[in-house]
């Protein structure tokens, strides 16, 4: 995409299906998804997808994974804002890797209190958390455990950050999918970090990534739910550029009015987990 004529250089895409084993059991869909600014076009843009536990455990995931992407998209949003005129992006990049973490899971915490003051707990949720533990602050707070899946596109940089399963791949201009965030060995079958956890700041995976020469073409968020409804994960990757190619044939807007189908599609055939994929192009 072309940035001539105040075009905007970057556009969010995304959407969240409900998983099939949510749809026979009745359970709500625990992903969420929100992007920055709400036009989803601009020179920098922040997209964010999120995945409630949702077990019993923590009966008011869905809304822990809501807060989150709202939470962090915020945050993450006035962040560009304030970096905006920064000349110095080691400084940036520290306060991203430093600072980032600490403030949106404090900011998630007192966005998930408000929601306790304004709903209180019924005698069912209680019974979930445990009898005894409804005067616990950390024990309240785990009934909204989440992880988080944030990126964000800027001028000159780009910043991934991640607590929890979940995946991000970025695709080049010729089509290479890659990750831009190492591996954490923790995150295995249904084991995860989470935004719930005592100390979670500490658990983020960041990745600074100044934008020297080419900036990616295409950047896709997805929680758990989607690559493992692939038999593999050279299939998952495959996705990058199968997006890439039809976002060039047939424009950003054909994926969108078809993505609901797709993911519908994967979760029928795959994990039957709550789906949810979010893009961000520049192509």
């Not at 945050?75 to 600490?102: T, Y």
Request: hydrophobic share 40%.
């Amino acid at each position: 995409m072309s940035v001539e004529n105040d075009t905007p250089r970057w556009q969010a895409a995304g959407q969240s299906v409900r998983g099939a084993a949510h749809e026979r059991s009745g359970m709500p869909n625990q992903d969420a998804i929100c992007w920055r600014p709400d036009s989803g076009a601009g020179s920098s843009l922040v997209l964010a997808v999120a995945d409630g536990h949702g077990s019993t455990r923590y009966p008011r995931s869905h809304i822990g994974a809501s807060l989150a992407v709202e939470t962090a998209t915020q945050l993450v949003h006035d962040f560009l804002s304030g970096q905006a005129d920064a000349e110095n992006l080691s400084l940036v990049k520290r306060a991203a890797e430093e600072w980032l973490p600490r403030a949106l899971v404090r900011g998630w915490r007192e966005a998930v209190g408000d929601h306790i003051k304004a709903n209180p707990f019924s005698e069912v949720e209680l019974d979930a958390l445990g009898r005894g533990n409804g005067n616990d602050p950390d024990k309240l707070t785990t009934a909204y455990g989440a992880t988080i899946v944030t990126a964000a596109v800027a001028e000159r940089f780009v910043l991934y950050l991640q607590l929890g399963d979940g995946e991000i791949l970025t695709v080049t201009d010729r089509g290479v999918v890659s990750k831009p965030l190492v591996k954490d060995d923790r995150l295995f079958g249904n084991e995860t970090t989470s935004l719930c956890t005592p100390d979670a700041w500490s658990d983020f995976r960041v990745s600074f990534q100044p934008i020297t020469h080419k900036q990616p073409a295409l950047i896709l968020l997805a929680t758990d739910g989607y690559p493992n409804s692939f038999r593999d994960e050279a299939g998952f990757l495959k996705v990058g550029s199968d997006i890439l190619k039809t976002i060039r044939a047939e424009g950003l807007g054909q994926v969108k009015e078809n993505l609901a189908g797709w993911l519908s599609d994967s979760t029928h055939a795959g994990s039957g987990d709550d789906v949810t994929l979010g893009i961000l192009c520049s192509v």
